[in-house]
T-cell receptor
Framework: DAKTTQPPSMDCAEGRAANLPCNHSTISGNEYVYWYRQIHSQGPQYIIH???NNETNEMASLIITEDRKSSTLILPHATLRDTAVYYCIVRVAGGNAGNMLTFGGGTRLMVKP | GAVVSQHPSRVICKSGTSVKIECRSLDFQATTMFWYRQFPKQSLMLMAT?????????EQGVEKDKFLINHASLTLSTLTVTSAHPEDSSFYIC??????????FGQGTRLTVV
């Protein structure tokens, strides 16, 4: 799986949008961009994933650049409960490749009142 | 989304004893489950990949005789930490893959060896 680079930490004011960047310049054509988050002392939680089009769900939006070398996860109205470590992972979806997720350092998002 | 249940959520054991952690996929069949370990302020590190009905595949540096993995059914995998030592204290997390190959995570197990 391709490697990703994320800032180690970010702060965001409660109620404002949190924009979390991720670089994945070596992403392959069949690799998706996945985002997970891990709240303290819990297992990772799936947020969203995409291939090349922008995606939106009830939790977040995912913006992928046209060259697919970077992406941004957007939490439109951050709350204190969004404080967590956010992991950006690129991987092949489906298939028989084991599909284990390789976690990098992630971004520790601190939402402040 | 799919639910993965991990039990226990916390366990304290004495040095030299063994501890079993269960990981169950509640509403889907998981042909493959993954076990991760996470030390404080660090990221998740894959320990092993468990396939139903076959031997687990361990990552480099993970002792297979110390971390016994059994995946006897499509909904249950267990990790047994044998002869636990204080350095085995960690947060253990399982992940199960559904037929669409999407991964879902358990709540994690905080193991403390005293």
């Amino acid at each position: 799986d391709a490697k990703t680079t994320q800032p180690p930490s970010m702060d965001c004011a409660e109620g404002r949008a949190a924009n979390l960047p991720c670089n994945h310049s070596t992403i392959s054509g069949n690799e998706y961009v996945y985002w997970y988050r891990q709240i303290h002392s819990q297992g990772p939680q799936y947020i969203i994933h995409g291939l090349k089009n922008n995606e939106t769900n009830e939790m977040a939006s995912l913006i992928i650049t046209e060259d697919r070398k970077s992406s941004t996860l957007i939490l439109p109205h951050a709350t204190l409960r969004d404080t967590a470590v956010y992991y950006c992972i690129v991987r092949v979806a489906g298939g028989n490749a084991g599909n284990m997720l390789t976690f990098g350092g992630g971004t520790r998002l601190m939402v402040k009142p | 989304g799919a639910v993965v249940s991990q039990h226990p959520s916390r366990v304290i054991c004495k040095s030299g004893t063994s501890v079993k952690i269960e990981c169950r996929s509640l509403d889907f069949q998981a042909t493959t489950m993954f076990w991760y370990r996470q030390f404080p302020k660090q990221s998740l590190m894959l320990m092993a990949t468990s396939n139903e009905g076959s031997k687990a595949t361990y990552e480099q540096g993970v002792e297979k005789d110390k971390f016994l993995i059994n995946h006897a059914s499509l909904t249950l995998s267990t990790l047994t930490v044998t002869s636990a030592h204080p350095e085995d204290s960690s947060f253990y997390i399982c992940s199960a893959r559904d037929l669409k190959a999407e991964a879902f995570f358990g709540q994690g197990t905080r193991l403390t060896v005293v």
